[in-house]
């Protein structure tokens, strides 16, 4: 064989094998791996650590996390930081960078990163929303300016690695972050899911365990609470990406700052007083998805004589027991007219309904004083416990044993 059919057969066994001569269950693990370190960085760093300050972390594993995106996203730290940051300022408004209720869930899903790539080119918005992000040599001289060196370094050492199939890894490893969080978090994630909380936008929790995406499933969590660098709330729910940020606190290289506030009760004041004001509005959004279930409860309670009065109709109820518990603001304006009709039938729904807006009102109101919040929540409270609704007495009642306390991390 000539020196030439050698070099020829050793190059047709490294596009073959590469250096490894790994197995396919080799390299779908090693795929997997690496895409699941790129979805950390992201959630950890670009997000949780970057964009909204809610840990802080190491020098040496921050700039893990920066080597690490510019070697397999490409992305850069200031645009990610400066998008998101609008994204929470404008959310599903004019401005927004990718909401579904601008664009449409078809446009923000299939297309979720070239709305990125073309705020990313908005200079106003990286001036306005991208302070504080990695401003040193390497970052102006490597990660900024040479953005598309790390991926391109990526794609030469996956063919080396496993030859051929190298070029596969390599394009799952482009399209990961693009799909799960340009498409799947920042399309599904603000339309279709459940919510624990009504924060003030579409915001949705895709499933209630985070382990795909680093736990930024957990959507309406982070909405709800966005400084917090724990996006798990309920026992249920659970978040990987807090995990991590555990472990490296363990080391001494991450420092949570802030997570979800905790509403505590004790003993019952007999009147409600500013402390009680403000452990009501701290946890505001808890309150409301305590109310959320009061009134589920009592629609759960009258569904038989409901059902009877929509002769025998379930459609309108099932829509009630959807949106009853929504912000006025958030419910469709056809579903409005659906929901009078079951409030119009429902006397006691109607009452716990219209209480809920006063409740919602009392920290809407800007234009109030703290002493004029507090007179307000003892009027609404005293206004409760004399409905002569149980559910809402007994929420009523729960409001004032209410205590401020901080959240453990």
């Known amino acids: 064989m000539s020196g030439f059919e050698s070099a020829w057969s050793l190059f047709i066994d490294f596009l073959a094998q590469g250096l490894t001569a790994a197995s396919w269950w080799q390299i779908v693990l090693f795929t997997l791996v690496l895409t699941h370190i790129t979805i950390v960085s ?77 705020e990313a080119k908005n200079q106003e918005t990286l001036r306005r929303y991208g302070h504080g992000t990695p401003d040193d040599w390497i ?32 394009a799952v490893q482009m399209v990961w972050i693009p799909f799960w969080a340009a498409g799947v978090i920042n399309g599904i994630g603000h339309y279709w899911g459940y919510r624990n909380f009504e924060a003030p936008d579409a915001s949705t929790n895709v499933s209630p365990w985070g382990l795909i995406i ?46 979800p506030p905790k509403l505590a009760f004790g003993d019952a004041k007999p009147v409600a007083d500013e402390q009680t004001l403000e452990a009501i509005v701290a946890n505001r959004y808890e309150v409301m998805a305590r109310y959320a279930r009061q009134m589920r409860a009592a629609m759960q309670a009258e569904w038989d004589t409901l059902r009877a009065k929509m002769g025998g109709d379930e459609s309108l109820l099932k829509l009630a027991r959807r949106w009853l518990h929504r912000d006025d603001d958030q419910v469709p304006a056809p579903v409005r007219a659906k929901l009078q009709q079951v409030l119009g039938a429902a006397p006691t729904l109607a009452k716990m309904h219209a209480m809920r807006e006063e409740l919602r009102q009392l920290w809407s109101n800007t234009a109030l004083t703290r002493e004029q919040m507090a007179r307000e929540l003892q009027a609404w409270i005293h206004r409760a416990e004399h409905s002569g609704i149980q559910a809402l007495s007994d929420f009523a009642q729960r409001l004032r044993a209410a205590r401020l306390a901080p959240a453990a991390a």
């Open 42 to 118: 992201v959630t950890l760093f670009l997000h949780r650590h970057q964009a909204h300050r809610a840990l802080d972390l190491h020098p040496a594993v921050s700039h893990f996390f920066r080597f690490w995106l510019w070697m397999t996203t490409g992305m850069v730290t200031k645009e990610w930081a400066a998008i998101h940051r609008k994204h929470h300022a404008k959310c599903e408004q004019e401005g927004d960078p990718h909401s579904p209720q601008v664009y449409g869930i078809r446009k923000v899903f299939w297309e979720g990163a070239e709305l990125y790539r073309a």
């Open 214 to 259: 680093g736990g930024e499933e957990l959507h309406n969590n982070h909405h709800t609470f966005p400084t917090s660098a724990k996006f798990s709330v309920k026992p249920y729910e659970f978040d990987i990406g807090w995990v991590y940020i555990q472990a490296l606190a363990k080391l001494g290289l991450a420092k949570p700052k802030k997570v």
């Open 139 to 170: 970052e102006r001289h490597l990660y900024t300016r040479h953005s598309r060196l790390g991926v391109s370094l990526m794609l030469i050492i996956d063919v080396a690695l496993f030859g051929a199939a190298g070029l596969a890894v390599w």
